[in-house]
């Protein structure tokens, strides 16, 4: 039988056993310039082994040695950095009402810009009103607008300030503080320009303007954010706060964090199931759809698992806790997507280097815009108004949120199909990949064979399956069940086993009854000198049955065959791979005749079959070597070892833990459609990123030319700042509209 062990994983290290991490809420970031200074902070930090920042979710991951630092620590770093942090906040915890968040920066963004079109019209009437009162009126209202309106822009400046740093809140202080200063000068004394032959101009409507469209776009950018955090806000939805037990023989209501395994929990119809655990009576139906993605509600009987989050529809049932909080599987799920979105995509490297130097570079850029004006006679005003304009739209936001907005509704449409993408680097390196390697048992197949003949040597077809049967109560493969089933159903009785070792990519032997008892492949057969079976060949059999040999005190004893069916989306997921360019081939510790069956059933040309878990390893690597970016699927603990090696590993979320650890994404449903789903995904959300870039770079690099005065020699063409500040508000909100498309991915169409 195929193994049960492993090589040692090798592409993905361990976690250290003092390391722990935690994820802390910033508050005061605003564009990408922030996240890079609070990252450095954490990273400076003594004891802080790695730390990123997430603009988008306002937050920090850090994983730190806890002998050397404690979360204090890294609050006083970011404090230190001129921003602020919470306490960790524990994975599954509810989110917080960002809705709330929302509010008050819609009525500031509504009441700086009304005001800015109420001093926009007082200008306007300048011809038939005293100028010196109308200033004086339109001081007063700028003032309220600033206060009020923009007033944490203005703290945020300064906070950076003091710590030696800048970001967009500077630049936009810089250009509405400058501008408001003139504005006052002019009013209080004009003939500070006038002795000098300049008109003493105002500029309260562009102050309340910029401020106004920029706290516009913070609103709008706070509505995209919390629609890219959906999905995990979906998740946190879906447990119920309190649960039903069982406590001194008596029924009470308790909060779910005090629920324990082992607690007897008491389900009604049309609750949700509060933690995973085990039916002890009662009967119903469930719907898992949110969690497995299965659309059709599941029978559940005494013996069943259920899942917390589900949905109980028409029975009521009394259950044992078995996981529980950061434990069950919920809260793995949970913690696999705020751990994915949290990550930094390779993409990302691009924007994070332009982002550290950005905001010094257009300070520089604004001072120069400001000469070249004056040298060329553009005027003193002009010239003001314009280094304004640059200054006001180079915001860097769009920058910042480009990847991490694509990244995180990416992630979160994956997981509302049961895709679980573990990080950016991970969803890359998938959406990059030209040859998907996978595995046959579990994989392609359904994992769950059948029996179809024992044939007996010596004694009865009964004693060789009881022998068999044995040897393989400890095991958890596919096969080992199916010989168990065939036992039960013949009702036979089972002997007890000693000495039970498997032999990785082989088979298993032990002690029954004293003899020395073996069962698995040929190649276990050779190694224990056992020689061939003189059992009919496999084509008597008819192709695609896999053979397992037994074999008592070193002699043949007889032969048990097991088929397999394919699953019913492997043939349509992989000929979707192949059109968008993706090989398909299969690995295998399966003999090769049964392979081939399977694979041309399949629609897979290219097959290595009868491979112990090095060679699968090994084959990778050589795929590797010759230029392939290989993706590999499997299930089984055997496969671990290629999975990790792989470029993209992909694990069925039915299969083992180990598997599970090693791959890049977990298909929750293990279905190999959902192979076809996870890479149209990742390829869409790549495309997406690099979009988003693109109109980053792209804005800014016309943007501030424009700004700059570039089309005025030949169109007469100047941005006003307030017009410059709609357009900065404009690039954020663009991208985070665009990364929002990703949650309209259709499964298998991409």
């Given at each position: ?317 009394e259950y044992r806790a078995t996981s529980v909080g ?225 074999a008592i005190n070193g002699v043949p004893a007889g ?192």
């Amino acid at each position: 039988m195929p193994a049960t062990e492993t090589a040692e994983v090798e592409k993905k290290p361990a976690a250290s056993a003092k390391s722990r991490t935690v994820t802390l809420p910033v508050i005061g970031m605003s564009c990408a310039a922030c996240q890079g200074h609070v990252e450095r902070a954490l990273r400076g930090t003594k004891g802080v082994r790695e730390a990123t920042v997430n603009l988008l979710s306002n937050s920090a991951r850090v994983s730190f040695d806890p002998a050397v630092s404690k979360p204090e620590d890294l609050i006083a770093s970011v404090r230190e950095a001129g921003y602020d942090a919470a306490m960790p906040v524990e994975a599954g915890a509810p989110a917080a009402d960002t809705a709330a968040d929302e509010r008050p920066l819609r009525m500031k963004a509504f009441f700086t810009l009304a005001g800015g079109v109420v001093v926009l019209a007082m200008m306007q009437g300048h011809a038939w009103f005293a100028p010196a009162p109308m200033n004086y009126a339109m001081l007063a209202i700028t003032v309220a607008g600033m206060i009020w309106g923009g007033g944490i822009i203005y703290r945020q400046a300064w906070t950076a300030a003091i710590h030696l740093s800048t970001n967009m809140n500077t630049l936009v202080a810089l250009g509405t503080g400058a501008a408001f200063l003139y504005s006052v000068t002019a009013t209080v004394a004009p003939s500070v320009f006038t002795r000098f032959g300049l008109r003493a101009d105002v500029y309260y409507d562009a102050v309340l303007l910029i401020l106004g469209f920029l706290l516009l776009g913070r609103w709008l950018d706070a509505r995209a954010k919390r629609r890219t955090l959906d999905a995990l806000n979906e998740f946190m939805k879906l447990q119920p706060s309190f649960a039903r037990v069982v406590r001194d023989g008596n029924e009470a209501e308790v909060p779910l964090g005090e629920v324990v395994p082992n607690d007897i929990v008491i389900l009604r119809p049309g609750e949700r199931v509060p933690v995973d655990g085990l039916i002890l009576s009662g009967e119903t139906s469930i719907d898992e759809s949110l969690i497995t993605g299965e659309s059709m509600p599941v029978p559940r009987k005494p013996g069943d698992r259920v899942i917390g989050g589900s949905l109980n529809f028409d029975g009521a049932l009394e259950y044992r806790a078995t996981s529980v909080g950061a434990d069950s599987v919920l809260g793995q799920m949970m913690r696999l997507v705020e751990e994915a979105q949290s990550s930094r995509a390779p993409m990302q490297q691009l924007a994070d280097r332009v982002s550290a130097v950005f905001v010094p570079t257009v300070l520089v850029l604004a001072a120069a815009t400001f000469l070249i004006w004056i040298l060329a006679g553009g005027g003193a005003g002009k010239a003001f108004g314009v280094s304004i304009a640059v200054l006001v739209i180079a915001c860097p936001c769009a920058m910042g949120l480009a990847v991490p907005a694509a990244l995180t509704v990416g992630i979160g449409r994956g997981a509302q199909l049961g895709v679980l993408f573990k990080g950016g680097e991970s969803l890359e390196r998938l959406a990059r990949i030209d040859l998907l390697v996978l595995d046959k048992t579990g994989t392609l197949t359904e994992g769950k064979p059948r029996v179809t003949a024992v044939r007996a040597l010596s004694g009865t077809e009964d004693e060789v399956l009881a022998m068999a049967a044995a040897l393989e109560q400890r095991s958890e493969h596919p096969l080992a069940r199916a010989i168990l089933a065939a036992a039960e159903e013949r009702s036979l009785v089972i002997p007890g086993a000693e000495e039970v070792r498997a032999i990785p990519g082989k088979g298993i032997q032990g002690r029954v009854h004293g003899a020395s008892v073996a069962a698995g492949n040929q190649a276990l057969m050779d190694e224990l000198k056992v020689g061939e079976c003189p059992c009919p060949d496999p084509a008597a059999s008819g192709a695609g049955a896999t053979r397992m040999y037994v074999a008592i005190n070193g002699v043949p004893a007889g032969m048990i065959e097991a088929r397999d069916s394919l699953r019913p989306t492997a043939a349509e997921a992989l000929a979707g791979l192949r059109r968008i360019g993706v090989r398909t081939a299969m690995l295998t510790g399966d003999a090769p005749e049964t392979a081939q069956a399977i694979a041309q059933a399949a629609g897979i040309e290219e097959v290595w079959a009868g491979l112990l878990p090095d060679q699968k390893l090994e084959k990778i690597r050589e795929l590797q070597q010759q230029g392939h970016r290989v993706g590999m699927a499997g299930d089984g603990i055997n496969d671990a070892a290629a999975i990790s090696q792989a470029d993209a590993g992909l694990a069925m979320g039915t299969g083992a833990d180990l598997a599970r650890e090693a791959g890049d994404a977990i298909l929750l449903h293990g279905e190999p459609g959902q192979i076809l789903d996870a890479v149209l995904l990742a390829r869409r959300a790549l495309r997406t990123m690099r979009q988003n870039l693109g109109w980053a770079f792209g804005y800014n690099l016309l943007g501030i030319p424009i700004a700059a005065g570039a089309l005025y020699p030949a169109f007469g063409i100047l941005l006003s700042p307030a017009i410059a500040s709609a357009a900065m508000a404009l690039s954020s909100v663009s991208v985070l509209t665009n990364s929002l498309r990703l949650r309209k991915f259709t499964p298998r169409r991409g």
